[in-house]
């Protein structure tokens, strides 16, 4: 009788454990070398780092993610699914027994890096944010809080998730590809993004866009040691891109913001000059 409760109680506690692992993202390690994590955007697959991979495989282990939810990965039932994936991240550094990994992001990856940094600023090497800021919900007005966000309607988690549920999956392609057009030159590319919003899962869409447009990390951009690199899009302008990014980033002491000529993936549009960037910042000391 004493074996069964000990293998119950035994059971039990692997049961609960189980219950409470979540993955939140799938992860490619390619290439040998000082460790880089890349972290794509707003519902595209690693695979929208392909050929930056290409580009730094010779020299570094590069450790590619695709966040639980988006494109081919699968969704995870968590509540804060941003702040899941942040924290499985800093788990998983730790447990690879990364050496001050570099971070790259773009989009919400830039921001998730943000997070990371700031969450753990000894743990993390310098790192790249492509066209990503603190808190996206006040990049026209600085004045905007958090708290005026999550008051506004439009941010109402349940009913943005069930706005994405209920756009049709006709015409879904087509219509991405076409607002992609504002964000990517090429129109390719612009309908691989949008072929990975629609593999995504509807509840994560809805879920991280209010998560993010609801999290400021303005103020804890103070607590980075590391340096970091902005490299951010045209905004109207570029004296318009100069004045937002000052703005968003002002508390981070270790930054340079460089302007590209380019639409947000930065990364398509001007590779050549995108490289040459990353490459720079990476060499130096």
């Known amino acids: 009788m004493k074996n069964l409760a000990a293998f119950l109680l035994t059971l039990f506690f692997v049961c609960s454990n189980f219950g409470q692992t979540t993955k939140a993202f799938e992860i490619k390690v390619i290439g040998k070398g000082q ?3 890349l972290i794509p955007g707003y519902s595209c ?6 050929e930056t991979v290409e580009h730094l495989k010779s020299n570094y282990e590069l450790h590619v993610l695709t966040l639980a939810g988006f494109a081919t990965a699968q969704p995870i039932d968590e509540e804060e699914i941003l702040k899941t994936v942040r924290n499985q991240i800093i788990q ?3 447990k690879q027994k990364l050496q001050k990994p570099i971070l790259i992001g773009h989009s919400l990856g830039a921001f998730m890096t943000l997070w ?10 310098k790192s790249i944010c492509v066209d ?4 996206i919900s006040a990049l026209y007005n600085p004045l905007t809080t958090a708290e005026s966000i999550k008051k506004d309607p439009q941010f ?3 009913k943005v998730i069930e706005n994405f549920k209920n756009l049709p999956t006709e015409g879904y392609i087509e219509n991405t590809t076409k607002a992609m057009a504002y964000q990517v030159s090429d129109s390719v590319r612009a309908r691989q993004i949008a072929h990975w919003s629609f593999q995504s899962d509807r509840r994560t869409l809805g879920s991280t866009i209010v998560e993010m447009s609801t999290t400021d990390l303005r103020a804890e951009l103070s607590k980075i040691k590391q340096n970091i690199l902005v490299l951010a899009s045209i905004l109207g302008t570029k004296e318009n891109s100069t004045k937002i990014y000052n703005e968003q980033y002002e508390l981070l002491k270790n930054k340079t913001i460089v302007i ?3 639409k947000h993936f930065i990364m398509y549009d001007q590779p ?3 490289y040459a960037q990353i490459d720079a910042f990476l060499k130096s000391n």
């Open 260 to 262: 590209a000529d380019s």
């Open 116 to 125: 990371l940094q700031s969450t753990e600023p000894d743990l993390f090497g």
């Open 272 to 274: 050549k000059w995108f």
């Open 156 to 158: 109402d988690k349940a």
């Open 35 to 37: 460790p880089i994590l």
């Open 132 to 135: 990503g800021v603190p808190f």
């Open 45 to 50: 697959s690693g695979e929208v780092w392909n």
């Open 92 to 94: 998983y550094v730790k």
